[in-house]
């Protein structure tokens, strides 16, 4: 048995496990006390009717209705029969998050064991906001597992193999699908891994060539239902949702993006939770997650160790603070907009700054465990 699939293997069957519990006791989960639950939402009630247009083999109509990637609706297509009248998204939700948390554990065993692998997922999913906003349905739960998808290739140990590429042009692809924008967070971490870790010569144009083909494998279907519904490959369904939800209410949009709100929504998303002088009734993520705060510190002690994932994890990073600023820049990033689950444009980047913050906490303890032998040495 490969070296850390019994670690995989029991950490997803956890998961799947936590994320059914935390389902069954959601009080917004659609059920009989709950009709028709999270669905009486604006973006879960969409995301449903998309995944039950493309059911029935349709492509979105009236265009009107075409306001959402098909993305993350097609996930759910398979379990809208085998579940009718319940959240066909619960299925591919779980394996979302057991995907992710497995993935979170091979992170931390590359990192230093697997111990520290499993402690990494139970610190992840049990002290984070993450299951949470993956219980819901959210579009961002395709990001999740893309960037963390992106992530244990360009830290996969020896050159990254054409099966490598592959799965980082398909992350992207499924990230472009789902969500558009976030389609550059898988690529820029996988960017960095294709660009140092691969084979010079034709083994690195295989691997460029099959990053390539899975972006576009899933990027023409998409563009071609773009064309077929708005008439041009180039017009996305974010566009159809100006003025539906309140001005400047596409966050894909660059008319939308205005860098100068990044500070304040920083403060109010991450720090404080208030708009002006109202405090939003849900938890600032500095709340939600005040340990994230080491992530920073567990970037610069991989530099100070020289470790070999230091590159390729503080490179991510780097992406992490960048994506976190596009969608502070834009109008619904604002703390204002917590109490509508904006917590979700950040989820991505909860197990990339958990697993950092993590090792920081390591490496303080391996400092602590190394003081004693330092007195004794010295007294």
């Not at 008439?231 to 966050?251: D, F, H, M, V, W």
């Amino acid at each position: 048995m490969p070296p850390g699939t019994t670690l995989v293997g029991g950490v997803a069957i956890a998961a799947v496990g936590l994320f059914a519990y935390a389902l069954a006791i959601h009080p917004a989960r659609p059920g009989v006390l709950n009709p028709p639950g999270w669905y009486g939402f604006f973006d879960q009630s969409h995301y449903l009717d998309l995944a039950r247009d493309l059911a029935r083999a349709n492509l979105p109509s009236p265009p009107s209705s075409y306001i959402y990637g098909l993305g993350y609706p097609a996930l759910a297509v398979p379990f809208l029969k085998l579940r009718p009248g319940g959240d066909a998204f619960a299925i591919p939700d779980a394996i979302a998050f057991a995907a992710a948390m497995a993935m979170v554990a091979v992170l931390g065993r590359r990192l230093r064991s697997s111990g520290f692998g499993l402690a990494c997922a139970a610190a992840v999913a049990l002290a984070t906001p993450l299951l949470d906003t993956m219980v819901v349905p959210w579009n961002t739960t395709v990001t999740v597992v893309a960037v963390l998808a992106a992530l244990v290739v360009a830290t996969s140990p020896g050159q990254v193999t054409w099966r490598g590429g592959l799965i980082i042009g398909l992350a992207t692809g499924m990230a472009f699908a789902a969500r558009y924008l976030d389609a550059l967070f898988p690529a820029l971490i996988g960017a960095l891994a294709l660009v140092r870790g691969t084979v010079g010569g034709r083994g690195r144009s295989r691997v460029l060539v099959a990053a390539a083909a899975g972006a576009v494998l899933v990027a023409i279907p998409v563009l071609a239902t773009h064309a077929a519904v708005l008439g041009s490959p180039l017009k996305t369904p974010y566009s159809q949702q100006e003025g539906r939800q309140g001005e400047g209410s596409n966050q894909q949009s660059l008319s939308n993006f205005e860098p100068q709100r990044a500070p304040r929504n920083f403060l109010e998303v991450f720090v404080t939770g208030r708009t002006g002088t109202v405090r939003a009734e849900v938890d600032p993520i500095g709340r939600q997650f005040p340990w994230a705060a080491l992530a920073p510190v567990g970037v610069a002690v991989l530099v100070r160790r020289r470790h070999r994932l230091a590159l390729p994890l503080g490179a991510a990073f780097a992406v992490s603070v960048l994506g976190s600023a596009i969608y502070l820049s834009y109008p619904g990033g604002s703390g204002a907009h917590l109490l509508f689950g904006n917590i979700h444009y950040w989820k991505a980047w909860f197990p990339l700054w958990g697993v950092l913050a993590a090792y920081a906490l390591a490496a303080a303890a391996d400092h602590l465990a190394r003081r004693p032998q330092r007195e004794a040495m010295t007294a």
